[in-house]
């Protein structure tokens, strides 16, 4: 695995690579000063190659923890990450964030840059073609501060897409934006997804966003998946229609349906 790979490719989103994710028995623990604590104990799952799966879970119940050691940024206690590709080359993974962590002395393009300065074959022009792909056409110049939260965090999946992942794990990247923007970033989110064939691992705390996005639902508490559920909606999905509605009320019940197991008192 390697999250700094550099894009090799001529066109910005034209190889089309994916990767599966095998998670198997992770346990995480903190040391903390009143003791160990367990984060989650036993979780296992299995994410298809080129599929859209959300994690979502109430606050505190491991959703960053797990993307953290899935990304390799920290180590499980108990368990391995396994990736496998058709293409079987070593695994690429991308990172959105809650806030896109941008360069403020670095324009746009200049941010997408900085993340391919050991690779020559990476162009100002290549860039720009990521800077396109998410709507910023025109904005290559900009600096962070003179660009909208919305337009920010289009950098921030541009420059994530720029590496030409397999991968692509998003940590609640719409939360911090108004409704209205990060709607239309869901959109262009999925148009960007059906169109590049990447697997994209999302976390969110957010029921409607898990439904409009996913294939796959992964409910986190109690320390294990208790929950997983298969979004067999239609795409494009509207998020008013009946089918849609009634969906998302079997998904609120399921997420809820922790409260009824004996050993949810912690939640
Ligand atoms: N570095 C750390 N040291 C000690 N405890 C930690 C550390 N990181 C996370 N935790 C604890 O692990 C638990 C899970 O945290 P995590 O941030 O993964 O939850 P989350 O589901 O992503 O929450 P939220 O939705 O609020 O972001 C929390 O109780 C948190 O305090």
Redesign the pocket.
Same mark, same amino acid.
């Given at each position: 695995m390697n999250s700094e790979q550099h894009s090799t490719s001529g066109d910005a989103g034209t190889t089309p690579s994916s990767a599966s994710i095998h998670v198997e028995g992770l346990a995480k623990e903190?040391e /903390?000063r009143n003791g160990i604590?367990r984060?989650f104990d036993d979780v296992s799952f299995t994410i298809d190659e080129g599929s859209f799966v959300t994690l979502i #879970?109430r @606050? #505190? @119940? #491991?959703? @960053? /923890?797990l993307l953290s050691i899935v990304s390799g940024i920290e180590e499980a206690t108990e368990g391995r990450v396994r990736f496998e590709s058709s293409t079987g080359d070593d695994i690429t993974l991308g990172h959105v964030f809650q806030e896109p962590r941008l360069l403020p002395w670095n324009t746009c393009v200049q941010n997408i840059e900085f993340v391919h300065e050991d690779n020559d074959s990476f162009s100002e022009e290549l860039a720009k073609e990521y800077l396109d792909l998410v709507g910023l056409d025109g904005q290559y110049d900009k600096f962070p501060t003179q660009l909208s939260g919305g337009q920010q965090q289009r950098v921030g999946i541009a420059r994530a897409l720029s590496i030409d992942p397999e991968i692509l794990l998003m940590d609640e990247p719409f939360s911090n934006l108004d409704e209205i923007t990060a709607a239309e970033l869901r959109k262009e989110l999925i148009s960007i997804w059906s169109d590049l064939g990447k697997t994209v691992f999302f976390v969110t705390?957010d029921i409607t966003e898990a439904v409009e996005l996913s294939d796959r639902i992964l409910m986190l508490g109690d320390g294990e998946i208790y929950s997983d559920i298969s979004v067999d909606l239609e795409r494009p999905r509207t998020v008013d229609s009946e089918e849609f509605l009634t969906f998302q009320q079997h998904a609120i019940e399921e997420f809820h349906a922790i409260k009824k197991t004996a050993s949810a008192d912690a939640y």
């Open positions: 903190y /903390t604590e984060v #879970g @606050s #505190g @119940s #491991g959703k @960053s /923890t705390h």
